[in-house]
């Protein structure tokens, strides 16, 4: 059976500031979804935050980038939007750029990951949602999955994995994507895929079945909008088990959290740390980022499931290890690396206080 599984999201308010969403916006997204249900447009669907944004999880027969779909979340988005600006959430419709939908979401704000795929006998997805981090925060994570033989033993001892995966890298500030073989190309490829806030990985192919593995959001806010609006906060789908790596192998890399960017005003580097559903809210310092995943069996489109993949104590020392990544971190302040270098800063003041101060500065 054939099915499409797609997970749009967007920030359109937070409760309270940046941290959360309310409930009550929730309620109002179920209450917009559920008729799609009954016309038969979706065959199941399943509505979660991550921090302030607001997730979309739906699955159809549409295929990719079907105009009703992205127009069924758009609508969803607006009408949020409304409840968000009755209760002055904050930052009321941030992520949506546009005042109109012109028939696909992409370029309009939100974020977007989708996959078709020929549902197995047993179809396992595991879908990532991060708050406070932008695209490229997948790289390392994916590449571990399906390139690492330390993370992915599958890679190593499992014969319909032993071929490896392909990696399709896309150029977000130009536009351009290539595609790389892992294992012989990994070296070239850690080269792009290493510089996250530029290279963001989309998606991943079994190599000898071609099959969709994994796909990412990879907007980028403030390259489509040209100013501040937030970091993308993305999503990432992965199939897992058979071919694909096994549920531990594709929650593993999250076991030793990794620096991203995002955090305050989308301007710092912090931990990505992997808690359950109810702890994606990011305080301290409006962060550090978060990470959740949302484990689900697919039975002919239905959405078996939630699990909530990181509430299992064996994350706990992630969680430890994040929080103190996350003081040293912090012990720089306004200091690189916890801040960005200036060109991948969301916010700044630099050529307001350069005009300024551009008479003072003398040759040397
Ligand atoms: C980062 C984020 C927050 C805000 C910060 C300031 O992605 O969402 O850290 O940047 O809270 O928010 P504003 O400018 O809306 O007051
Ligand atoms: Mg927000
Ligand atoms: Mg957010």
Redesign the pocket.
């Known amino acids: 059976m054939i099915i499409t599984l797609s997970v749009i999201k967007a920030d359109i308010g937070?409760y309270v500031?940046?941290s959360s969403s309310h409930p009550r916006v929730l309620e109002r997204a179920k209450e917009c979804i559920e008729p799609a249900l009954a016309s038969g447009l979706l065959i199941d669907y399943h509505i979660t935050r991550c921090g302030?944004d607001l997730e979309l999880i739906m699955t159809h027969q549409e295929g990719e980038e079907s105009e009703r779909i992205h127009k069924l979340a758009w609508d969803t988005f607006i009408e949020c939007t409304q409840v968000a600006r009755e209760l002055k959430l904050?930052?009321v419709g941030q992520d949506l750029l546009s005042d109109t939908f012109s028939g696909n979401v992409k370029g309009m704000g939100p974020g977007v990951a989708e996959m078709e795929i020929d549902e197995r006998a047993a179809e396992t997805i595991i879908i990532f949602m991060a708050d406070?981090t932008a695209a490229g925060g997948w790289n390392l994570p994916l590449y571990k999955m399906f390139a690492d033989p330390f993370n992915t033993i599958g890679l190593v001892i499992a014969s319909n994995m032993h071929s490896g995966f392909s990696f399709e890298v896309h150029d977000v500030k130009e536009s351009k994507r290539i595609t790389f073989d892992a294992p012989e190309e990994i070296y070239d490829m850690l080269v792009f895929i290493g510089a996250p806030g530029r290279y963001a990985v989309k998606a991943v192919y079994h190599r000898e079945t071609k099959e969709i593995a994994a796909v990412s959001s990879t907007q980028r806010l403030s390259l489509i909008a040209g100013r501040y609006v937030?970091?993308d906060?993305p999503v990432c789908i992965v199939r897992s088990q058979g071919q694909f790596p096994a549920v531990g192998e594709v929650l593993e890399p999250f076991a030793t959290p990794h620096l991203v960017q995002?955090?305050?005003?989308?301007s710092h580097h912090g931990p990505l740390m992997p808690v359950p559903f109810h702890q994606a809210n990011p305080s301290r310092f409006?962060?550090p980022p978060r990470v959740i995943a949302a484990g689900f069996q697919l039975s002919s489109g239905k959405l078996v499931g939630p699990r909530d993949m990181f509430d299992d104590p064996a994350f706990d020392p992630a969680r430890r290890q994040a929080n103190e990544m996350a003081d040293f971190m912090r012990r720089h302040g306004p200091f690189e690396p916890h801040r960005l270098p200036l060109e991948d800063m969301?916010?700044t003041t630099m050529p307001h206080v350069m005009k300024k101060l551009e008479e003072r500065f003398v040759a040397i």
């Open positions: 937070g500031g940046h302030d904050h930052g406070k937030g970091k906060d995002g955090w305050m005003r989308g409006d962060g969301e916010y």
